[in-house]
């Protein structure tokens, strides 16, 4: 008998076809709607693999009920949806998604900057409202970004594309991270900066560090007042790194310049969110990696994982 993979969203035929080759695949039918926990929760009892997004949370109590599950491939980079030590103990495989979605997610943390800095939003939402009457001095005048200083908190593979990109529009880059990244160093002449030397120093404020316990809230109130008052935060990690309520206040009382989020502390947000009656945010839906070409390297990536862990073999990328 093939062994069982749940799939928790609907994906493209040609998923289906590169697993269902090896597996019986049960497949959650909706695109945009996340399978909901009772359903998760039966489906697993008796699967091998699991094929998971991020708005899955994968904890014991959900690992409790799968007794024959092997591995578990999310179809993201980041992994702080799953219990990663229960998994270890269980010797269950878990898989992610590193590289192929580097490029696209640098891209959309520098659009994100390029946008807060120079209230691209701001302008359309001022002509849709027919108030663009005259082209006067310091109408919607925003922050400079070339020359400017770029401060990159968690220099992984996405913060050195940031950074690449950074050194075309001739900024100075520093950042901060675990251990030096002299790589990083060599291609985008950025610099090593202790954490509050980065937060007193730069104009932009990027984070890309990942989610866990020492990076929870890891900008609260007391690092938005080491920043400057022209400062533009820009968030495309997870949202539980930022204090949102901090980050409302400072934005509103003006103690930052501004902010481009494109992840947030309680996912999806509402559009009543406080953050969003600001002028000063930027917020997108969580799509750095949302190129069509980029989600579908994940999606195949995540394919090949299972297949990989099913054959014995050692997956690519694997997280334990
Ligand atoms: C990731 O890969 O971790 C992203 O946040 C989801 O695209």
């Known amino acids: 008998m093939k062994p069982k993979v749940v799939v928790t969203r609907k994906l493209p035929t040609e998923i289906y076809d590169q697993l269902s080759k090896r597996c019986q695949v049960y497949m959650w039918e909706e695109e945009e709607k996340p399978i909901p926990r009772s359903e998760l929760e039966a489906q697993i009892k008796d699967a091998a693999a699991l094929f ?60 994100l900057l390029m946008a807060t800095a120079r209230r691209i939003p701001e302008g359309m939402d001022t002509i849709r409202r027919d108030e663009w009457n005259n082209w006067s ?4 005048t925003g922050q400079d970004i070339s020359h400017a200083t770029l401060g990159i908190i968690g220099m992984g593979r996405i913060g050195s594309a940031l950074a690449k990109r950074a050194k075309g529009f001739e900024m100075e880059v520093v950042y901060n991270n675990r251990s030096r990244n002299y790589e990083a160093e060599r291609i985008s002449g950025a610099v090593f900066a202790s954490f509050d030397e980065l937060l007193e120093k730069s104009d932009y404020v990027c984070l890309l ?5 020492e990076t929870h809230h890891l900008i609260g109130k007391d690092e938005l007042q ?30 930052i310049y501004a902010a481009g989020l ?3 502390e309680g996912e999806p947000i509402a559009s009543t969110h406080p953050l969003l009656t600001l002028s000063n945010v930027v917020a997108t839906p969580h ?8 989600r579908m ?10 297949l990989q862990v099913l054959n014995g073999e050692d997956p690519d990328h694997l997280v334990v």
């Not at 799509?287 to 980029?294: D, E, K, L, P, Y």
């Open 52 to 111: 998971c997004m991020i708005t899955e949370t994968v904890d014991a109590e959900l690992l409790d009920q799968a007794q024959n599950l092997k591995v578990i491939a999310n179809m993201a980079v980041g992994y702080n949806n799953i219990d990663i030590s229960t998994c270890e103990a269980r010797g269950i495989r878990v898989t992610n998604t590193p590289g192929v979605l580097t490029d696209t997610t640098a891209d959309l943390a520098f659009a």
């Open 137 to 140: 001095p310091f109408f919607l």
């Open 209 to 213: 560090t990942p989610y866990t316990k």
């Open 226 to 255: 080491k920043m400057k008052k022209t400062a533009i935060l820009i968030n495309v990690s997870r949202g539980g790194t930022v204090d949102e309520e901090a980050l409302y206040a400072a934005l509103k009382s003006n103690d």
């Open 262 to 264: 494109d992840v947030f």
């Open 287 to 294: 799509i750095g990696s949302a190129s069509v070409n980029t």
């Open 297 to 306: 390297e994940m999606a195949r990536m995540t394919a090949r994982h299972i």
